[in-house]
Structure formats: structure tokens, C-alpha cells
């Protein structure tokens, strides 16, 4: 199958989910996690109509926009951002998809105040409280939105959340149903909540559970470009 009819597929049943549950398929986006995927691989994934793309590593991101990979698409940052690369990142990518702690948002901050901008970003959460991801509990929320006012130069859009890997289909549902009722209370409690418009959950195995319980984005790399090989990574 090629990148095309992939991202076809994923569409028609993204589509299919959405009218299952009564909503709007308009309202859920595509995002192609294109890590580990080339300059190529990603414009044919633009051309086949994905809404944007993520990236997880800095390198790759830097590398790819000096290609134009991205042209026609928004870009996201979707990987674990260290406080000493934002400069990389801030001002370069639409939205920064996984801020995990007030230390990134901060850092985050001061480079958008810098370039006098404002950063799109969105909550990372840590939803199956797994030591092994980074990301906030949900009850570190109302500490941060207490303190927006601190960081006018950030845009809070929303939440991510990467459940933990599931062995069967439905398993993560619990998870998806809790992202979907702290993304409602947080829309609740952000005064200027217009912009607060993306749930970010769903990747290739669990896509259509995640629409299910309300997703607006999923992102997703493997259903669309083929499973990745890691024997490169060491060498990249
Ligand atoms: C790689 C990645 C994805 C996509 O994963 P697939 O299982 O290949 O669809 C989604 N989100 C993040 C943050 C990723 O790193």
C-alpha cells in the first residue's frame, strides 16, 4: 500500500468512527507522525491530504524545514522537547503538542517573549501515570492554569496524552474517556477558552477508540507510512 491509499484508508475510517458516535467528521484532523520518515515520504503524505505533521526530534524537524518537507502543511512537535533546544523549535512549528513540564513551559516563554510571538502549545499528560513517560498528572492542572498569566506569550490550545501501549483493542478507551473529561473541565476554567480547540489522542492502533471518546487530532505514523525501521536510529 502506498502513503496515498494510506492515508485514504485512515481518513475513511477516522470518517466511519466519527458518524458512529454522531459527530462531524471535519471535526477530528490528521496528523502524520513522520519521525524516521524522509523529506519524500512526507510531501506524498501532504499531497494525500493529511491537516499537519509531527515531528518528534529536533534534528529531524531542523533538517526536514531546511528541505521544505513541510510545504502545505502545518508542523507540530510532538517528542520530548529539552529546555536547552526551544530555540530550535519555538517560532518554527505551529503547535508544540507535548509541553510536560512548567520548566519547558517557562523556557518556552522566554524564547516566544524573545522573538515577540505567541507559541501554540498544548498540555502533555501523563493520563496512565507511567514512570516511564514524561508529561503532567491531571491534578497538576488547575496549578498551571492558575498561573497562565505568567506566560503571555504562550497559547494553550489543548491536551496530548499517550496512553500507555495497549494489548488489546478498547483497552485504552478508560484512558481516552478520561483525557476527554479533564479536556472539557479545562475548556470550563480557561477564561479566553475560544482557543482551546484540540484533544490530541490516537495514534495507529488505537485511533478509532480515541474518536470514539472525543479526539479532535490524531496523530498518526505507522498506519500511514509503515512500521518503522530502528536499526537506522543509532546511525541518524
Ligand atoms: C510515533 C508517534 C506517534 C505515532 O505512532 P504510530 O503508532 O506509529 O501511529 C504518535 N504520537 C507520538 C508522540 C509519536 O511519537
Redesign the pocket.
Known sequence: MSITENVARVRAELEAAAVACGRDPREIKL?A?T?MNDADAVREAIRAGVDCC?E?RVQELTEKLAQNAYAGAPVHF??HLQTNKVRQVVGRVDLI??VDSLRLLAAIQREAARQAIVQSVLLEINIGNESSKSGFSPENIPEILGKISEFPNVCIKGL?A?PPIAHNSGENLKFFQKMCDLYVDIRNKIEDNVKVDCLSMG???D?RDAVLAGSTMV???????GA?DYKNLSAK
Not at 496523530?219 to 507510512?225: D, L, Y
Request: net charge positive; proline share 0%.
Open positions: 496528523c507522525a519521525k509531527g518528534n510532538i517528542g503538542q507535548s496530548m499517550i495514534m495507529s492502533g485511533y496523530r498518526v505514523g505507522t498506519a500511514i507510512f518503522r
